[in-house]
């Protein structure tokens, strides 16, 4: 096998091995869905000695790949994978927020940035005065089925499958993210200015642009969106594998002596543009590539992450979530030009996907129902609208923050939680929404994770956070 074939596969077999130990208890029997849980899928691979042996010699040798599990974690993969001792690796706990903070500050500690070409790319602050059509209908052609797909051997798949509809669409929507990010980087102050000519009009922000737009005829919707967050992205044989990321929230489950664990959720607000010219799908959230963009659609998300839409908005309502989203990116260019010495682009410091979606449903809503927010706000306090946004926000990393599960339970991506296809999850969280209405709402302590606990989970979790940060680069 070739080297960097050997080297996808490090990252592959380290995700599973990382989502694995994560699932926890809400594993499916693989004839309830289309999906198939971490631990039928190791049980599989391990009965393979090449794949085993794969495992074994790449795994704690090189942190880029992934690999960074110490001596003793790596001891106890091989006695579990060797005892088959899969149900174990079921049981391994989630972390905390705060357990997650350390985890990434692990891992960035970890990296070495010397000569690192994978980096996010430096700001894209607009240097000069330009002036450009609108440049729709664009020309480009459409990803193939397979085209964010990487085979990794042993069955295993790596990234996404295109969304064929999307698809057909992608080329208007990459050139229409393309401006709205342009024009948010236009300083609100005037001086040199990034300018869209439409129809004689001149546009210089990404609210004008979409206003105008939006009096030429075109059907305007922005929607605030909660999925699972899917940090494994992985396929087996042509099935989607389960892998999400759970959480402790610390909320005690009631009638159990269980805290309550949930998949990271992930969230977005959505930009779907019809009209006689512009036809565009787009997404703006802050990912862990480290970017706070407008990003053009067109993968189809696994089924287990399910989904959800909070919030809609159309006319001046979209319009305003448009233009604070297009301040949020201008922010974020800033604060990563004032500290370029974050990890990660930022991720976690500046929150992760949540955050920047919670604060544009702060400000259209007057509160946020997302879960979790892990922003810094030091980060923050030169930006004025954002910086009161940020401080404003309910964060969980802040220490002694306690779980609300008010928004636990409004990042979850089914209108309805009896529909929810995670067995254990749903009858926790019907319970927790039970003790919730009637008055009596758990509330988590104030303690944190075990130290041994912490540690382990802190360096697996600094594995999959490297692999994921890889695979998101390698798409680009």
């Not at 802040?398 to 609300?404: E, F, S």
């Amino acid at each position: 096998m070739a080297a960097p074939m050997m080297a996808g596969l490090a990252r592959a077999v380290s995700a599973l091995v990382l989502s694995g130990i994560l699932l926890c208890s809400a594993s499916l029997r693989s004839d309830e869905a289309p999906w198939l849980p971490v631990s039928q899928v190791m049980s599989e691979l391990a009965r393979n000695p090449d794949f085993v042996e794969a495992l074994y010699r790449r795994l704690g040798r090189n942190p880029k790949a992934g690999g960074i599990l110490g001596p003793d974690e790596i001891k106890r993969l091989r006695e579990m994978i060797l005892g088959k001792d899969f149900e174990g690796l079921d049981r391994f706990p989630g972390l905390t927020v705060q357990g997650m903070g350390r985890s990434v500050r692990l891992a960035g500690a970890m990296l070495d940035r010397s000569g690192d070409d994978d980096l996010p790319p430096a700001p894209a602050t607009v240097e000069a005065a330009v002036d450009e059509e609108l440049g729709i209908p664009a020309v480009g052609t459409p990803p193939a089925p397979d085209a964010y797909l990487r085979p990794l051997g042993f069955g295993l798949e790596a990234g996404d499958r295109v969304d064929p509809e999307l698809a057909e669409r992608h080329a208007d929507g990459l050139r229409l993210a393309q401006l709205l990010n342009r024009l948010s980087l236009n300083a609100p102050d005037g001086g040199r200015r990034y300018r869209i000519i439409l129809d004689g009009r001149t546009l210089d922000t990404p609210h004008a642009l979409m206003d105008a737009l939006a009096l030429d005829g075109h059907d305007v919707e922005v929607r605030d969106s909660r999925y699972f967050a899917n940090f494994g992205d992985l396929i087996y044989h042509g099935r989607d594998v389960l892998t999400p990321f759970w959480i402790d929230t610390r909320l005690p489950v009631p009638g159990t002596d269980r805290t309550l664990l949930v998949p990271v959720s992930h969230s977005q607000h959505e930009l779907v543009v019809r009209g006689p010219v512009v036809n565009a799908d787009l997404s703006f959230y802050f990912g862990i590539d480290g970017q706070a963009v407008f990003r053009p659609s067109v993968t189809r998300d696994q089924a287990w992450v399910m989904g959800r839409v909070a919030h809609r908005y159309r006319g001046e309502e979209a319009m305003e979530a448009i233009r604070l989203a297009g301040v949020i990116v201008r922010a974020y260019d800033a604060i990563k030009q004032r500290h370029p010495e974050l990890p990660f682009g930022g991720y976690y410091a500046l929150g992760v996907c949540n955050d920047v979606n919670a604060m544009i449903e702060l400000h259209m809503r007057g509160e946020t129902t997302l879960f979790p927010l892990t922003l810094d706000p030091q980060f923050f306090t030169e930006e004025r609208e954002v910086g009161r946004l940020a401080e404003s926000l309910p964060l969980d990393s802040r220490w002694r923050a306690a779980a609300d599960p008010r928004r636990i339970l409004g990042s979850i991506p089914v209108e309805d939680i009896s529909t929810l296809p995670l067995p254990s999850l749903r009858e926790d969280l019907e319970k927790v929404r039970a003790a919730l209405m009637s008055g009596r709402p758990s509330r988590s302590g104030a303690g944190d994770l075990a130290l041994p606990g912490a540690v382990a989970a802190g360096i697996l979790v600094a594995g999959l956070w490297s692999i994921r940060l890889w695979l998101v680069r390698r798409r680009r």
